[in-house]
Each structure stands twice: as structure tokens, then as C-alpha cells.
């Protein structure tokens, strides 16, 4: 038996609010109206009916994890406390209950049952299978990445399709004609099962996935380009990145693309991405006609760099550190196709010496004082010399961004080195927090980062300490990772020497 869904009863006048943090969260059914509750609670406040695709397990299993996902998410939107006064309520919405599937209003849904009604009978009626049951447990959320429809993770996970699933390879005919059928709906060419990032590279947890590949993405119909190795995924020739799939997605007007085999993509990090175009400091560099430098420790594909270079002209250079060369590829696409100039320094031309540095930069002038990223495919351990050689073409580096998770924590302490010493300026430090933990990790990383720089100033040659702070300006919670688990973004402002005269 199919299993309940989860609907929020809310307020009229925080539906959109509610409904939007849904559907950046993938959380939110398209093909459920929203309705008015008259007469639920018993209050006579008008609120409406938002159903979310979160189901509930039966009574054998775990519910918990399915409630704390909404009450994370109100959590989020400073919300929660309207479910302890039943302003908000959760309630369990049985799968027969009416207006939960109106198929017919999904192309999606359509296009799936038109294609299971040509099966063969022989296919499904021994299973005791019918078309009907399986869209009635499809999910109905997707994402599209154009030419990529993406379908979430536990697409074949209801009873039915694990049935069909174990009789059939859903990636052979005759089931490769379906999903090309339900790719046509919604105007794909590819279809594919998400999965998250593995925290390893395999069965063994201490190969860590250094790289954030995504190496359990289960393609269903179109040519996705040659699988991936480990010698592929670190050392692609300019052949392999051609004969590759690439999708594209494009958020506050930013172009961004990657190959879904070998690269990460998060949509919900949106949020994030819009705070970073209207952060205070950029604009306030903006007004008094002033640039600086951005520095990206995991620049990927360019999540969060491609935001700092459009906000503007008061960001003069991003410079940015990343191992995957597949996402440093996706970058160079992404940055060409918004109009932007690239310099990449491969894995293989990093110089060892000082001498090498130099060599290197005098070689190159022309092309980095030209482009608008400079992207290094090396350690971002390395930052502090490759900045020491840029120095006289880089406006002072005011922003670091330290987006790796689940922690960052491995690049605090190469952060605050990066600012500029006499400025001072702000590192984002994204983590992964259970919610309740929130503050503690802030002191933590403020504490941290307040002796790497009390240890850098100590250790200056020149004998001129001076005494400089570390503050956390504000916490962003970006979004809920999983049950009880926040994404964070710790502003932490570090000041520079003109603040203070003290020595240390």
C-alpha cells in the first residue's frame, strides 16, 4: 500500500513564503492543488493546504526523520514556533484521499502512463502490475537540466517499480522507448537517477572523495559519453571533455554547466548565491569606485565564484582553487559562455620553487592580467604562493569563500592568510551543523581562526605583530542538508592592520 503524504496547513499570508522554501528544497508537488482547510482547526483562521512528495513510513517504521525534513525547514524560516501554537500543522494525507494526483495535469505523469498503457501485457500482468498502480507511485517531482530530465533519488524504491525493477533492466528495451517518451514531455533528450554525493570512492570509507564526484548517478535513456574511471575522472584529455554530456542550468541570470558523470550540481544553493550578489561590503566598494579580489578555495564549476563576478565592477579578479578537472572544465564553459575570460593552470604546470613562480608569471603576464578567473588545479594549500606572485595585478582580496562540505575546516587557517593583511575582509565558512549546534560551531570557527591569525602575525619577519580581530558578522542558514543537519555560512570578519596599531 502506497504511504501517506505530509501536507503543511498554513496561513494564508505565508503560503508563498512556505511554498517557495519547498520548491527550492525539490519538497513541493506540482500536481497537488493548493486548497483551502475551512473548518480543520478550530480556530476560524483561513489557512491552505501545501502537499509536500515527503512520505511517511508505515507504523513499523521510522516516521521521525520524515517530520524533522518540515520542521527543519520551518526551523529555517524562523517558522517553528508557529507548529507548538498550531498556527502551522503537519498532517498525514492519505493516498486516497481526493485531488492528490491529477495525472492528466503532469505532462510528466501523461506522458508515463501513455507509455506504460503500450507495453506488452505479457510484461506487467504477470507481476500483477498494472499501469496505473506504478504513476500512481511515480514521484512526482523532477528536475530539469536542460537537455537532462534528473528524477530523485528513490524513483524505483515504491513496491511496485522494486517488483518491475527486479524482473527487468529499466535500462533496456523495451523501457529505454518509455523514458524517451517521457523525456519528449517536458523537452529532454536525457533522463537520469540522482543520487547524492558519496562521502567515498568506494566500499572502503577511508578512500575519500576528495573530488565530489557523482558516482552513483544511474542513467535510464540518452548517451551520457564514456563512463567513469578513476584515470578518466583525473586526468581527462581535451577528447574525453567533447565526447562528454553536458547540461546547463542558469540562476540569476548566471550560465552554468557540467558533465552530470562526472561533476556535482546543488540548485538549492541558490540562496546562497543571491546573498553573495547583495553583500553589503561589494556594495559599499561599488559606491566609493573601489575593486577587490575574490578568492575561491572550491570554486567546482563555479557555484559561488560566477556570483561574485556578477556583482559587478567592484569585483576585479576571482582567483580560485579546484582539483576536479571535469569541474574546472565545467568553469572555463560556464565563465566563456557569461562573457568572461578564463586562465587555467593545469596540474602539471604548478611551479616548486620561487624561482619557478616567477618564471612562470613573467610567461603568462599577458593572459592573467586579462582574464577575469584565475583558477589553479592544485592544493588550495598553495594559495598564499601563488597570491605573493599576483600580488601587483590583484586589487586587495577581501572575500574568501571556503565552500566545501561537509566541512571546511581543512582551509581556515590558508583563508585568513589570503586576506589582505592591511584591509582585512571576510571569509564564508560553509559547514555542515546539526541544528542544534549552530552556535557552538561559530565559536568554534571565530576561535580557530583567531589563532591562525595570532600565529601568522607572530611569525612575520618584519617584526611589525599587530593585534587583529575575529568576528562572525552572520550566520546564513543556506539550507537543511538532511534530518536535523543545516547547511551554514559563517561570515567571519577578520580585521586588518589599519584597525589596530597594537602589536601582538
Known amino acids: 500500500m502506497e ?11 505565508i503560503v508563498k513564503r512556505v511554498k517557495s522554501a519547498l520548491e527550492e528544497e525539490e519538497l513541493f508537488d506540482r500536481n497537488y492543488k493548493i486548497c483551502d482547510v475551512p ?13 509536500t512528495t515527503i512520505s511517511v513510513p508505515n507504523k ?42 491529477p495525472t492528466t495535469k503532469n505532462p510528466l505523469l501523461k506522458a508515463l502512463q501513455s507509455a506504460l498503457d503500450d507495453l506488452p501485457q505479457s510484461i506487467l500482468s504477470p507481476l500483477g502490475l498494472t499501469s496505473t498502480t506504478l504513476v500512481s507511485t511515480f514521484p512526482t517531482t523532477y528536475t530539469l537540466y536542460p537537455p537532462l530530465l534528473l528524477l530523485p533519488p528513490g524513483t524505483f524504491s515504491s513496491p511496485p517499480w522494486t517488483k518491475l525493477n527486479a524482473a527487468y533492466d529499466l535500462t533496456t528495451s523495451p523501457f529505454t522507448t518509455l523514458w524517451t517518451r517521457l523525456a519528449s514531455s517536458i523537452g529532454a533528450t536525457h533522463v537520469a537517477i540522482n543520487s547524492g554525493i558519496p562521502p567515498s570512492t568506494s ?47 542558469t540562476q540569476n541570470g548566471i550560465y552554468q554547466t557540467w558533465a552530470p558523470l562526472y561533476t556535482m550540481f546543488s540548485r538549492g544553493n541558490i540562496k546562497e548565491k543571491t546573498r553573495v550578489l547583495k553583500f553589503p561590503d561589494l556594495q559599499h566598494l561599488r559606491k566609493e569606485g573601489k575593486t577587490c579580489t575574490v578568492v575561491d578555495l572550491y570554486a567546482g564549476i563555479g557555484y559561488f565564484s560566477f ?31 557569461n562573457g568572461w575570460g578564463v586562465f587555467v593552470m593545469g596540474a602539471g604546470d604548478v611551479p616548486q620553487t620561487e624561482e619557478g613562480w616567477r618564471v612562470w608569471r613573467r610567461r603568462n603576464e599577458e593572459g592573467l592580467k586579462g582574464a577575469d578567473f584565475i583558477m589553479f588545479q592544485c592544493s588550495n594549500e598553495r594559495a598564499l604562493e601563488a597570491l605573493e606572485v599576483l600580488a601587483s595585478i590583484l586589487s586587495p582580496v577581501r572575500h574568501v569563500n571556503c565552500g566545501f562540505l561537509p566541512s571546511s575546516r581543512g582551509s ?37 581562526m583567531q589563532r591562525f591569525v595570532e600565529v601568522w602575525e607572530r611569525g612575520l619577519e618584519d617584526g611589525k605583530s599587530r593585534a587583529r580581530t575575529v568576528r562572525c558578522t552572520h550566520v546564513e542558514r543556506v539550507k537543511t542538508y538532511a534530518p536535523g543537519v543545516l547547511h551554514v555560512v559563517y561570515d567571519v570578519h577578520v580585521s586588518g592592520t589599519e584597525a589596530s596599531n597594537k602589536a601582538v
Open 412 to 448: 581556515w587557517k590558508t583563508a585568513v592568510t589570503c586576506l589582505d593583511r592591511r584591509e582585512g575582509g571576510w571569509v564564508h565558512v560553509h559547514e555542515n551543523v546539526g541544528v542544534e549546534e549552530v552556535g557552538e560551531r561559530q565559536e568554534e570557527v571565530v576561535s580557530l
Open 60 to 101: 513499523s517504521g521510522d516516521e521521525t526523520s520524515s517530520y524533522s525534513i518540515i520542521t527543519d525547514l520551518l526551523h529555517d524560516l524562523e517558522l517553528r514556533h508557529l507548529l507548538s501554537t498550531g498556527t502551522i500543522q503537519i498532517r498525514e494525507l492519505e493516498p486516497e484521499e481526493p485531488q492528490i494526483r
Open 203 to 249: 566500499s572502503s570509507a577511508d578512500t575519500e572523495n576528495v573530488l565530489r564526484s557523482p558516482l552513483n548517478l544511474t542513467p535510464l535513456s540518452g548517451t551520457f559519453g564514456p563512463p567513469p574511471t578513476p584515470s578518466l575522472q583525473s586526468s581527462p584529455t581535451p577528447s574525453d571533455f567533447t565526447s562528454a554530456f553536458w547540461v546547463s542550468c
Open 307 to 337: 556570483s561574485y563576478r556578477k556583482a559587478g565592477c567592484c569585483v576585479g579578479k576571482v582567483v580560485c582553487w579546484e582539483l576536479n578537472p571535469w569541474s574546472i572544465e565545467g568553469l572555463r564553459r560556464g565563465a566563456e559562455r
Open 39 to 51: 473548518g480543520y482547526l478550530q480556530d476560524a483562521t483561513p489557512r491552505k493546504r501545501l502537499v
Open 3 to 13: 504511504a501517506s503524504r505530509l501536507a503543511l496547513l498554513v496561513p494564508r499570508e
